[in-house]
Every structure is written in C-alpha cells, then in structure tokens.
T-cell receptor, first 114, second 112 residues
Framework: GAGVSQSPSNKVTEKGKDVELRCDPISGHTALYWYRQRLGQGLEFLIYFQGNSAPDKSGLPSDRFSAERTGESVSTLTIQRTQQEDSAVYLC????????????FGPGTRLLVL | DQQVKQNSPSLSVQEGRISILNCDYTNSMFDYFLWYKKYPAEGPTFLISISSIKDKNEDGRFTVFLNKSAKHLSLHIVPSQPGDSAVYFCAAVNQAGTALIFGKGTTLSVSS
C-alpha cells in the first residue's frame, strides 16, 4: 500500500520567499506530525495534528511557520519569509493512533534557502 | 540543550559481529524510548522501543537495554549484517507525551 508521501522532494528558494510543503498521510491515519532535521542535528518536532482537535503547535520555531490540515487528509507546512537557517529536511509522519511505534515517516522535503 | 544525546556520530563493524549504539538522556522523567533506522533519501522507520518499567526488550537480532539510574540506553544488533548500514536515531517521548525528542543519530557501517 501507499506510504506517506511528501512533495516536493527538493526545494531551492531565495531568502525572503515563502514556501509550501505538502504531506499526504496514509489513508485512515488520524495523527499527523511534522518534524525538521537540520544538518548534523536530530529530528525536531514542529507540529502535531490529531483528527479534528486543535493542533499542538508547541514545536514551531517562529510565527513564520504555520501548518494546516483538513480533517484526516493532506497537510501543508508553510514557511513565510524564509531564512537560511530554515534549510533542512522537513519530514512528515502519520499514524493510525497515538502509539509511537505506528508512526510512519515520509521521505522528506529537502529545503535549501539561498 | 540536547535532551537526547548520541555521542558517537559513526560506528564501523564487521559483518557477523555485534553493533552497540549508545544513547544518553538528561530528563529522568522520560519513560518511553524508541530506536529508528534511516536509509538515505527515506524517512526513519521504527525499530524497537522500551518502556521505563523494563530494562531490556528484544526483537530478533535487536535488543535495547535501558539503565534508568545512568539515564542511558543502548541498542545491540547481533549479528550485524551489511543491510544494517544506516543512521540510527534514539528518541524519547517528551514529558507531556506529545512529541518525540530525537538524538542526532549514529551512522552504522557494517562491512562484509
């Protein structure tokens, strides 16, 4: 079956531009997470969606970052006025429950801000 | 400050031998830990987990050991195989139970 997909796989943008990253979770997965991994670092939690509940935005690093998800479908992560320090791999994961073991990751979007 | 630390960025092991990957954490309130494996250009995949009520969990060639007093866990792979070559991430569930806190990863290379 289809796994978690993310698009684009790579994105190069200029400092100051806005970018939008997309995540298609596994069908039926109610939970969706966004993480980022900067070079040489571990994965950092950004935001968590669970069904129609209010998202947990506690990991978003600044107000330039926002994410949306409609129901249990696609999610988009938007970064406004990108900065060079936003360069990272942005990973999305989904799971059918809150159980951490069932969290499946997508391949990531590699973002480079010049 | 890193709350989950993997101090060895890389490890090289010969096929058939044991691989031991280490992880330390700073918050004694963490009570659930997971190991993930990541191949290039792919997302991490779950490998094995352990709850703080246990000190060992085994799944085939993979065993995770937890030493709560030392705030240390380790992943043992026996015997190591070339297909095990990947980046291994240690993660802890945060105190609120809302997110995973990852270490920086250890790149394991298993040579045949």
């Amino acid at each position: 079956g289809a796994g978690v997909s993310q698009s684009p796989s790579n994105k190069v943008t200029e400092k100051g531009k806005d970018v939008e990253l997309r995540c298609d979770p596994i069908s039926g997965h109610t939970a969706l997470y966004w993480y980022r991994q900067r070079l040489g670092q571990g994965l950092e939690f950004l935001i968590y969606f669970q069904g129609n509940s209010a998202p947990d935005k506690s990991g978003l690093p600044s107000d330039r970052f926002s994410a949306e998800r409609t129901g249990e479908s696609v999610s988009t992560l938007t970064i406004q006025r990108t900065q060079q320090e936003d360069s990272a791999v942005y990973l999305c994961a989904s799971s059918p429950t809150r159980a951490w073991e069932t969290q499946y990751f997508g391949p990531g979007t590699r973002l480079l801000v010049l | 400050d890193q709350q989950v630390k993997q101090n060895s960025p890389s490890l090289s092991v010969q096929e058939g031998r044991i691989s031991i990957l280490n992880c330390d954490y700073t918050n004694s309130m963490f009570d659930y830990f997971l190991w993930y494996k990541k191949y290039p250009a792919e997302g991490p995949t779950f490998l094995i987990s352990i709850s703080s009520i246990k000190d060992k969990n085994e799944d085939g060639r993979f065993t995770v050991f937890l030493n709560k007093s030392a705030k240390h866990l380790s992943l043992h792979i026996v015997p190591s195989q070339p297909g095990d070559s990947a980046v291994y991430f240690c993660a802890a569930v945060n105190q609120a139970g809302t997110a995973l806190i990852f270490g920086k990863g250890t790149t394991l290379s298993v040579s045949s």
